[in-house]
């Protein structure tokens, strides 16, 4: 993408401003399953944040407090630096969050179009107003490059990179400010994944957050800025992209290796992952 | 015949020129050829007058080009008559592998070629570009500590065998400079130095039309070029290199407690609407660049400097230090000193110079017997 096709209020200059979603000390147990310990993330505008573990790290659990989906026990979810409460999915969309989960929640027999506006369909009097919600569609396809056949073939017919690029244009109808893909790449091929790696540097230079949830380091670190680790429902480290390597995580990862960011038990949860850049590395 | 192949379409007069064969010739030549399906025809306009442009026939086969950056990854397929018909990229994380990145390359090929609903036997080469030395006669990357996990590693070898058809490899600058040669922004140059800046540094040189390879490859690796004896330590275990000052991630490094994080595509935007911090860092690595080049300038007297690479989308933010900068270091001549464009191909220049490469090795047969 050329760097005169870029919006130009989809820069933020100026020195690193507070996140625009954070998890502060957030703790979640399931009987005697304590899937999340304490975690404290951050993200701003116009970064990608990735989030990684192994089976059971806690990213599934982490992706419903973000989402509204679960209410953490104890810690709590701000945005803007207001501390807030999303008592449902719905809330957290509200406060400009969306999520595209795992599964994707597209109906297979509808076209692109009735998809992206399924239960949000524009009305012209008494009838769908079907010219604008093709345009909308076109735009926003657009906007994240997304090459599909036409926006009335059914969903079913798409490959799975299209289908996801579907999924992610919806969340982006309702202007969300941060968008969480929930394993984006899990089953797909390598031509499929290019493009959702592709669809995620283009949500970044739009001047969203992205959170970024996957099991692939590779995939992750290929269009990340940061890198939090989760292992068994605590931050393992959080990593800076750029300068990490993959052993470094996959260390992390594992739990051969710790990053410098791993509150003890009892230990207050510290804030030291601000943007000062004392990051793991 | 080989004239077309090169140049992907010119005009029957153009190919008189190219070939020094005469018109009638060329027309008789031309008009068997393409009597037997190899190449083809349409009628088109050059300068106001009626001409004849000729093209290799599509059913020819195809040609694909792959294009590893320090961190992405670019496959293109195209005919034999130079279009590009697919083409993916893919972002690579830091200091991807080279196992990994044979694989994920040969997957997008397969698939884009399936794509173009075509089988992978028509493909007839591959060319491929490395961020590093290659000794193009083995297509062994052959540096040792400028890609990490890729020392030794015979690209060409692993390749063929995963997709049966031979393969060529080059430095990825080389094959930049190739394709500006032949179809960018030095086309009709004979000596041309073509220097990308991207993540990091390199230079590909033309001379006498031709690729220049030295030894064993690692021509125009002016990354670690000395700009500053006591500046910090570079990853090759000198002082003060090059890419030490032009490399992106430096780069975009200077900016981050002013402008937090920004990928150069973004520095590029804000510099072109006049944030004077990313203006700075890129007339810095603009002088430092000068100072290689004029270097260069002096010692291979080219007649046309290219600069490519993701920097080179700053335009003269970035070209007006470099021009700057020979304009007092080389060597004053009655020509002036040396031109300096931007790249014309931008960040297809690479690939397409992969395309090239295969399409230069690519043998093709005439359908019906009797290639020329």
Request: negative net charge; contains cysteine; proline residues 4%.
């Amino acid at each position: 993408m050329a760097p005169s096709d870029l919006p130009d209020d989809a820069w933020r200059a100026g020195a690193p401003a507070r996140p625009v979603l954070a998890l502060r000390g957030v703790s979640k147990s399931f009987g005697a399953v304590r899937a999340l310990v304490g975690v404290d993330l951050e993200v701003h505008a116009h970064e990608v944040l990735a989030i990684v573990g192994d089976n059971g790290a806690g990213k599934s659990t982490l992706v419903e407090i973000l989402s509204g989906a679960q209410v953490p026990d104890a810690g709590h979810v701000e945005v803007d630096g207001e501390e807030v409460t999303f008592t449902s999915p719905g809330a957290a969309r509200a406060q400009g969050i969306a999520t595209v989960f795992q599964e994707l929640a597209l109906c297979e027999n509808l076209d692109v179009v009735e998809n992206l506006f399924l239960g949000n369909e524009l009305e012209r009097g008494p009838l769908l107003d079907e010219v604008t919600m093709e345009r909308r569609a076109w735009e926003v396809l657009g906007q994240l490059a997304v090459r599909v056949p036409s926006v009335r073939v059914p969903v079913g017919a798409l490959s799975g990179g299209q289908r996801q690029a579907v999924a992610v244009a919806r969340s982006l109808l309702g202007e969300p400010r941060v968008v969480i893909l929930d394993e984006p790449t899990a089953a797909l091929g390598v031509m499929q994944t290019a493009e959702v790696l592709n669809l995620v540097e283009r949500l970044r230079e739009r001047g969203l957050a992205v959170i970024l949830i996957s099991q692939s380091l590779a995939d992750v670190h290929a269009v990340a800025d940061r890198i939090a680790v989760l292992r068994l429902g605590r931050t393992n480290g959080l990593f800076s992209a750029s300068t990490t390597t993959y052993e470094d995580l996959f260390a992390a990862v594992t739990g051969v290796r710790t990053g410098h960011h791993r509150p003890a038990d009892g230990d207050p949860p510290t804030a030291s992952h601000d943007a000062s850049g004392g990051w793991a590395r | 015949m080989s004239a077309v192949q090169q140049r992907g379409s010119l005009t029957q007069v153009e190919l008189a020129g190219v070939t020094g064969l005469s018109p009638a010739t060329i027309s008789n030549i031309v008009k068997e050829l393409a009597g037997a399906g190899v190449l083809s025809t349409a009628p088109t306009s050059r300068s106001g007058r009626r001409a004849l442009q000729v093209t290799l026939a599509r059913n020819l086969g195809l040609v694909a080009g792959i294009h590893f950056g320090s961190r992405s990854l670019r496959v293109a397929v195209a005919d034999t008559a130079h279009q590009i018909i697919a083409e993916q990229r893919m972002p690579l994380p830091p200091d991807h592998r080279a196992d990994a990145g044979m694989e994920r390359a040969a997957l997008l090929l397969t698939e884009l070629v399936e794509q173009v609903d075509a089988p992978l036997e028509e493909l007839l080469a591959v060319g491929v570009g490395v961020p590093a030395p290659v000794d193009v006669r083995t297509g062994r990357v052959s540096a040792l500590g400028l890609l990490r996990g890729w020392e030794g590693f015979s690209v060409s070898e692993e390749l063929t065998q995963r997709l049966g058809v031979a393969v060529h490899v080059d430095n990825d600058a080389n094959l930049g400079a190739l394709a500006e040669a032949r179809v960018g922004a030095a086309s009709g140059f004979q000596h041309v130095v073509y220097i990308r800046v991207s993540h990091g540094v390199g230079a590909g040189l033309i001379l006498n039309g031709q690729v220049f390879h030295g030894r064993s490859g690692t021509v125009g690796e002016i990354g670690h070029l000395t700009v500053e004896d006591h500046g910090p330590i570079c990853r090759c275990g000198s002082r003060g290199c090059l890419e030490m000052y032009v490399g992106a991630s430096l780069l975009l490094d200077m900016l981050t407690t002013s402008h937090g994080n920004l990928t150069l595509p973004e520095a590029i935007h804000l510099a072109q609407n006049g944030d004077l911090g990313c203006r700075r860092v890129i007339s810095d690595a603009g002088q430092h660049l000068g100072v290689a080049a004029a270097s260069i300038c002096n010692f291979i007297d080219p007649e046309l400097l290219v600069i490519g690479g993701e920097l080179a989308q700053a335009g003269d933010l970035l070209l007006d230090p470099i021009r700057a900068v020979l304009g007092r270091r080389s060597i004053p001549s009655f020509d002036g000193p040396v031109g300096v464009v931007a790249s014309a191909l931008g960040s297809q220049a690479e690939v397409r110079g992969a395309l090239l490469l295969a399409m230069d090795h690519a043998k093709i047969a005439a359908p019906m017997g009797g290639g020329l």
